[in-house]
């Protein structure tokens, strides 16, 4: 009955939601129950095949980070090897005993070892051991079978540790290789671009890099500026903390607040729980404020003091937040102009201007748009398994002859489409966009000379505005935006009779 109460009280521990706890609540029914001095449940790691100890009684941390054992060695070894379980009536006549913990002494007196397999599958995944005080009338056998039940108990929520243990180190793995990836993907050296202009921004990277200063990126839409602020943070000392974007334009002026600096339960309707804003998910990272002369004065004011404090409330709170964040600022307008315009803080502007770097334009860096084509032509060539070695001339001319308003995207946008839409080894001049061609490579040239081609509009429009006035030259001259003179002027130049539309 005293065994049965001892395993009722055990499943009741094994129910909990905590898995260590009702591991450690184990060996605790075991002390009290059964009498045992010590007791650990250890497990194997199933990717490194080490035995270690997962839950102890009556053993100093010291003691348990020493527990650590390889399959087959001691006894905890080996019965973890052969699956089946060993006593050991007196510990100090047993060869095998490693004592790893260092529980064993003879100034404690004589004891008895039981250790159980913790069975899955038939396969030992761990082990459940007790140390009693040695006593010749102790039925050695007897308590071996009950921990053995007891093991059996376990092996479940064992199981889910170990289950727990290999996902939790296979989710460490990837993000390490992730970071990795990123780190590499975003490696100033790959940057594409070998034009002095980009050389210049390489140069500026490599060195703002090494702080924690505020930078602020400058440039049209779609010159890289993102790309710029990543290769900042993963080659900075904080690439091992979170990059946090924000495209500020995107974000409707009434939740723009509540994004970067959170807010509480209740703050306004909708505001079901409580949010961590940006600033605080970037704590030890970096926060990439794109679109920043977007934000409104309000706002202003608030990011004002995070880059001065690096401190701020959520939306509704009173308590003061404190994030170590490094800022770095987007944007393609002209803040100078917005400062004079009241539309921008001159005190956050000069806050925000500690770096700048300027992005160059696309048809200001003529040098690299075959060095990005080529980059893009391999990457999308790749992503969509197809074997696309090259440009014709004709396709290089047109890309070179084109101005590129949408920049460094736009020529990444174009040669993604020619990669669809081309089925052999070569892009061709008519796999880019119409956008691209030019008047003379699409047959679309004007006909007329210039000097001609304004003649005959003038000629069109002084018809037309002597038609509407019945030949009356001084009305169709207030028509025209022109003095009676001119008209007179224009109508013996251009051969018209003015009677003729009477």
């Given at each position: 009955m005293e065994d049965l109460a001892t395993l009722h009280e055990i499943a009741a521990a094994l129910a909990g939601e905590q898995l260590r706890p009702s591991l450690q609540e184990v060996l605790l029914i075991?002390?009290?129950?059964?009498?045992?001095?010590?007791?650990?449940?250890?497990?194997?790691?199933?990717?490194?095949?080490?035995?270690?100890?997962?839950?102890?009684?009556?053993?100093?941390p010291g003691a348990i980070q020493k527990g650590r054992y390889k399959p087959g060695e001691g006894i905890t070894g080996r019965v973890i090897e052969t699956g089946r379980p060993i006593k050991v009536p007196m510990v100090s006549k047993e060869p095998l005993f490693l004592n790893r913990t260092g529980g064993h002494s003879s100034a404690k007196g004589e004891e008895s070892f039981l250790c159980a397999?913790?069975?899955?599958?038939?396969?030992?995944?761990?082990?459940?051991?007790?140390?009693?005080?040695?006593?010749?009338?102790?039925?050695?056998?007897?308590?071996?079978?009950l921990l053995t039940v007891i093991a059996a108990m376990v092996s479940r929520l064992?199981?889910?540790?170990?289950a727990l243990q290999w996902e939790k180190e296979a989710r460490q793995e990837e993000s390490r290789r992730l970071k990795e990836q990123l780190k590499d993907r975003y490696s100033i050296s790959n940057l594409v671009g070998s034009s002095n202009k980009m050389r210049e921004v390489f140069q500026m990277i490599s060195q703002v890099c090494k702080s924690s200063a505020t930078v602020l990126i400058r440039g049209e839409s779609g010159t890289g500026k993102e790309l710029a602020a990543s290769a900042i943070h993963f080659n900075s000392e904080r690439a091992k903390g979170p990059f946090v974007k924000v495209n500020c334009a995107a974000l409707p002026a009434t939740l723009i607040e509540s994004e970067l600096f959170g807010h509480e339960k209740g703050a306004f309707t909708g505001a079901l729980r409580q949010k961590a804003g940006k600033f605080e998910q970037a704590d030890k990272g970096t926060i990439f404020l794109d679109e920043?002369?977007?934000?409104?004065?309000?706002?202003?004011?608030?990011?004002?003091?995070?880059?001065?404090?690096?401190?701020?409330?959520?939306?509704g709170g009173s308590s003061t937040i404190k994030a170590d964040v490094r800022i770095i600022a987007a944007t393609?307008?002209?803040?100078?102009?917005?400062?004079?315009?009241?539309?921008?803080?001159?005190?956050?502007?000069?806050?925000?201007?500690?770096?700048?770097?300027?992005?160059?334009?696309?048809?200001?860096?003529?040098?690299?748009?075959?060095?990005?084509?080529?980059?893009?032509?391999?990457?999308?060539a790749k992503e969509n398994k197809k074997d696309i070695r090259r440009f014709s001339t004709p396709a290089i001319d047109t890309m070179m002859q084109y101005h590129w308003p949408g920049n460094v995207r736009e020529?990444?946008?174009?040669?993604?489409?020619?990669?669809?839409?081309?089925?052999?080894?070569?892009?061709?001049?008519?796999?880019l966009p119409a956008t691209l061609q030019t008047g003379q490579e699409s047959d679309t040239m004007p006909r007329l000379a210039l000097e001609e081609a304004v003649s005959r509009l003038e000629r069109d429009m002084i018809i037309d505005a002597l038609k509407s006035t019945r030949g009356n030259m001084a009305q169709a001259a207030e028509l025209l935006s022109i003095t009676p003179r001119q008209m007179g002027y224009k109508v013996k130049q251009l051969k018209i009779d003015f009677r003729d539309y009477r």
């Open positions: 075991l002390a009290r129950k059964g009498g045992i001095s010590r007791g650990a449940i250890t497990i194997v790691n199933p990717s490194s095949g080490e035995i270690r100890i997962e839950a102890a009684y009556g053993l100093s397999p913790i069975l899955r599958g038939g396969k030992a995944i761990g082990a459940l051991s007790v140390d009693r005080p040695f006593d010749p009338g102790f039925d050695l056998d007897r308590a071996l079978q064992v199981a889910h540790i170990e920043i002369g977007s934000i409104s004065l309000d706002v202003q004011s608030n990011l004002l003091r995070v880059l001065q404090e690096r401190e701020f409330e959520r939306v393609n307008r002209d803040l100078e102009k917005a400062v004079e315009e009241g539309a921008f803080r001159e005190d956050l502007y000069y806050r925000l201007n500690v770096f700048p770097i300027y992005m160059p334009a696309l048809r200001q860096r003529k040098t690299d748009i075959l060095l990005l084509a080529d980059h893009f032509l391999e990457r999308y020529l990444e946008n174009c040669i993604e489409r020619a990669v669809l839409l081309c089925d052999g080894g070569v892009i061709h001049s008519h796999h």
